[in-house]
């Protein structure tokens, strides 16, 4: 019997080694999403950017702010004299963080005290704005061991920082994800569907016969996409009335630009499942194909992992994942509830990276009907 499972074995073995495809795939691919994903999965402030406004413009203020600022994780990008240019920094996602100290800051503390000063969080990002929220409540607590040390005496006034979300007031999980939910699950769908359409015709011996009839090419290839793209958009209206029913998620801004987002992004998930379709001889290789193309997309995108914290190399590599993109759209419009002004850049990259994946898919197409 041993001897047997050992021929088994042995014979799994050399069917596995004698494939270049299935070598490459054991071996190529979890060395790059150890190295990429041990780089990007990492819960913690590297670099976080901060407008300040000192109201105050004493020495303690002064010294609360080269605190906040010591570790060199948080950095004052901008100084300004009025809370509503903070609040406008906010709002247009230049700085994560607005931190106002009041007039009667050192005042306070002189009379026994506490100060306060309100940091005032971008809540679109919940997960990274609640690693900021910590690593400001705990250098606060270190500012405030350091004027103990420095004061020789037994227990005074304290600095309190009075914390806020700015469009996502409890920084709440559900209103961060949910909407994102809406860019993941349209890139799972159109992209398996995709990935299987061409590989499942060739694998039955259909694609044939679809080649020698009438059917051009270029009817074929619209026949193939277009029922995928309906059900994109049919997904993105049933979730968007499941986030807004049943979990309550604020719609502040225009469904209108979110439907009209929508065909960038899927220029590109449609166009990585043709691509993915037309190298793949199999239906098994497709479904393999699809998973290691789905990972990194999805923990490069920001869904769950900041990019801030990401090494500048693994950051490069987001700027080619088209669902960052759709992400930040997203969350802005059902928490921000901005407009095209403001998301026209998001909108270009996803045009672009449409046309780059959407390109390849239709070569790779292309070269399969050949």
Request: charged share 15%; no cysteine; glycine share 8%.
């Amino acid at each position: 019997m041993f001897g047997r499972i050992r021929h088994i074995v042995m014979k799994e073995f050399i069917h596995v080694l004698r494939d270049r495809r299935l070598r490459a795939v054991l071996i190529l691919p979890p060395l790059f999403q150890l190295v990429v994903l041990g780089y990007a999965i990492d819960l913690d402030v590297k670099f976080a950017s901060l407008a300040v406004l000192d109201g105050d413009r004493t020495p303690l203020s002064r010294d609360l702010r080269d605190s906040l600022t010591a570790t060199g994780r948080m950095t004052v990008t901008h100084e300004v004299s009025r809370a509503a240019d903070g609040a406008g920094l906010l709002d247009s996602g230049k700085v994560d963080a607005f931190i106002h100290i009041p007039q009667g800051f050192q005042r306070d503390f002189s009379r026994g005290r506490n100060p306060a000063f309100q940091v005032v969080l971008d809540g679109t990002d919940a997960a990274f704005a609640g690693l900021l929220a910590q690593r400001i409540s705990g250098t606060t607590q270190h500012f405030n061991a350091g004027i103990l040390e420095k004061s020789g005496k037994g227990p005074g006034p304290r600095v309190e920082a009075v914390q806020r979300g700015w469009f996502n007031t409890n920084l709440l999980s559900r209103n961060y994800f949910v909407p994102g939910i809406i860019a993941l699950i349209v890139m799972i769908i159109t992209l398996m569907l995709t990935a299987m359409a061409i590989v499942r015709e060739r694998e039955t011996g259909t694609l044939e016969q679809l080649l020698v009839s009438p059917v051009h090419p270029v009817e074929l290839l619209l026949g193939k996409i277009i029922p995928f793209a309906i059900i994109a958009f049919a997904e993105v209206a049933m979730i968007t009335a499941v986030a807004l029913l049943i979990f309550q998620v604020p719609l502040r801004g225009s469904l209108t630009l979110l439907f009209v987002s929508t065909p960038l992004y899927l220029l590109s998930t449609l166009g990585a499942g043709l691509l993915i379709s037309s190298v793949s001889r199999t239906q098994q290789q497709a479904m393999m194909a699809t998973f290691l193309f789905m990972l990194p997309a999805v923990l490069l995108s920001g869904f769950a992992f900041p990019i801030h914290n990401m090494p500048p190399m693994v950051q490069a590599l987001t700027w080619l994942d088209p669902l960052r993109f759709f992400l930040v759209i997203v969350r802005e419009i059902f928490l921000k509830g901005v407009g095209i002004t403001t998301l026209w850049p998001q909108m270009a990259a996803l045009f672009l990276l449409g046309l780059l994946f959407f390109g390849l898919g239709v070569a790779g197409f292309t070269r399969t009907i050949d």
